[in-house]
């Protein structure tokens, strides 16, 4: 897989399979690696954080308690209560992306964490719905910080021959989280107290705590730390995580040489890197849209209206069953879990536009036969079809997990150059909390208005992705730094391609004499 400009290319990149490696082929038996990749789980938990609130919302509004404890509101402020968190995240991103840019990486997640977790205590003693709708607002903040600062940080301190299934598996362990929270609210439905909701939500600060705890064994982003300079910190760091201390290494040198240049080339193109750096090129243009496409894409597939609102549309196709909801939930989370990590370690082997094809035109199919099957059972009350209907939802996750969610912060974070990676993410964020804004705030209103009617927007929108991607998203899988600058940039991309073949001959050339010599010493 090639990266961005700044991140070094993966395994794909036969270069680096030339140069030497002081680690262990098997990374848990490689103390630097070991303590990498735990470095890595930490990281990961934004997005379990991130799951964790998806499925929770789930199993509360099938808990009689929690109901109660809003005071059964209309749909209007039920949808503002639930997109609460939207609400928090939308103003976040922007400021995020600043404090990840010049505090760090790893700063901006301990902001978010802390906030996650200081909001799951403080929801837990919640009373009423303006309460409950505060503590998501502050949840959200916290989110938008971790969310912004932990994709960029996960790609920039992983071992390049495992960086591409890193942050390709990054948002498919939102479903560790969902998992979790689904176990927690079927567990706790028992509960004949307010407990039965405020314990699933106060398990909601455990992610953020478990992130908060790990950050102390995270190193920060030696990209970010050549950005400012701080160059032999930055060359500790890849040698300590990527060789076991070894600063001479081959490999180390090699990333430490290519982020440098990278870096310096991003300067000479924008002297100071600012918003507008987005509109100053075709290519960055290219990148802006994609990332905005992304987040739209990901909350309009239909998947925003069974992820918050499974509850409902189990009861439009007669399942009412409190204790069955709450089961199908735990089931639908597993069931994502598994195909979300088969995506993620496909996407390097069969390429990023075949899986976000299949994935839309499966969704596609899926969503009309559940909407033809949610209507069958509204006129005739056929039970079979509304058996049916929850196969098919079933089904239509398999189709979206395979794309949707491990490339949903995989492929921004690949197509976009360091200096405008933090800014480029939080647009993708900032555009997926909006869009989830509309899909938690309008469709528990449109489906107690219209029911499975309302299907049909998103059958319009699956409809429209597949041209969408098609024309507008490049494959990116084994290319190498220059070729992605290339795809994006065309022939402005030269320079850097130059600077990289220069590159490759020095070191090629450093490999060549260590040989000789090692040779001729054998020799004598």
Not at 109 to 130: D, E, F, K, N, P
Not at 188 to 209: E, K
Not at 496 to 520: G, N, W, Y
Request: hydrophobic share 50%.
């Amino acid at each position: 897989m090639g990266g961005p400009s700044g991140v070094v290319a993966s395994s794909g990149n036969e270069v680096y399979k030339s140069l030497s490696n002081n680690v262990n082929p098997s990374w848990i038996r490689d103390k630097g690696l070991r303590h990498l990749n735990f470095a890595i789980g930490a990281m990961f938990a934004s997005a379990a954080a991130n799951g964790y609130d998806g499925s929770l919302i789930n199993g509360l509004l099938a808990m009689p308690y929690f109901n109660s404890n809003l005071g059964d509101p209309n749909s209007s402020l039920l949808g503002v209560t639930l997109a609460g968190i939207s609400l928090g995240g939308l103003p976040s991103f922007i400021p995020a992306s600043y404090v990840s840019d010049y505090l760090g990486r790893r700063i901006t997640v301990a902001i978010g964490s802390a906030l996650m977790l200081a909001a799951a205590i403080i929801q837990c003693a919640t009373s009423g719905v303006y309460a409950f709708l505060g503590t998501r607002i502050m949840l959200g903040v916290g989110l938008g910080f971790s969310q912004t600062a932990a994709p960029p940080l996960t790609a920039e301190i992983a071992h390049p021959k495992h960086r591409a299934n890193v942050t390709n598996l990054f948002q498919a362990i939102w479903f560790w989280g969902a998992i979790m929270s689904a176990i927690m609210s079927l567990g706790f439905l028992f509960v004949d107290n307010s407990w039965s909701w405020r314990i699933p939500c106060l398990f909601q600060g455990f992610f953020p705590g478990i992130q908060l705890l790990g950050l102390f064994w995270v190193p920060e982003s030696p990209r970010w730390l050549v950005s400012k300079n701080r160059h032999q910190d930055a060359l500790r760091i890849l040698a300590r995580f990527h060789a076991n201390g070894d600063t001479d290494d081959q490999l180390v040198q090699f990333e430490y040489q290519e982020i440098c240049q990278a870096l310096e080339l991003e300067r000479e193109v924008a002297r100071s890197t600012g918003w507008s750096t987005f509109f100053a090129t075709k290519g960055n243009r290219h990148r802006l849209l994609i990332c905005v496409l992304v987040g739209f894409m990901i909350q309009w597939a239909g998947n925003g209206i069974v992820s918050y609102y499974l509850a409902p549309i189990l009861k439009s196709v007669g399942i009412t069953s409190s204790v069955t909801q709450a089961c199908i939930n735990l089931a639908l989370q597993v069931w994502n879990a598994f195909f979300a990590f088969g995506g993620a370690i496909s996407a390097e082997r069969f390429g990023r536009r075949p899986l976000w094809l299949i994935s839309a035109s499966g969704m596609l199919v899926s969503f009309v036969v559940v909407t033809a099957l949610s209507a069958t059972f509204a006129e005739h009350a056929i039970k079979a079809a509304g058996s049916a209907t929850v196969a098919f939802l079933f089904i239509f996750f398999a189709f979206y997990d395979i794309a949707f969610t491990p490339l949903s912060i995989a492929y921004p974070v690949e197509i976009l150059p360091f200096s405008l990676r933090a800014k480029g993410l939080a647009v993708n964020l900032t555009t997926v909390f909006g869009a989830g804004f509309f899909n938690q705030f309008c469709n528990p209103i449109a489906l107690e208005a219209i029911a499975w009617k309302f299907y049909f927007v998103y059958i319009g929108t699956l409809a429209a992705m597949i041209p969408t991607i098609y024309f507008l998203f490049p494959e990116t899988k084994g290319r190498t730094l220059e070729e992605i600058a290339k795809v994006f940039d065309g022939e402005a991309a030269e320079t850097a391609a130059f600077r990289q073949a220069s590159l490759d001959m020095t070191l090629k050339e450093r490999h060549e004499k260590t040989v000789t010599h090692v040779d001729h010493t054998e020799e004598v």
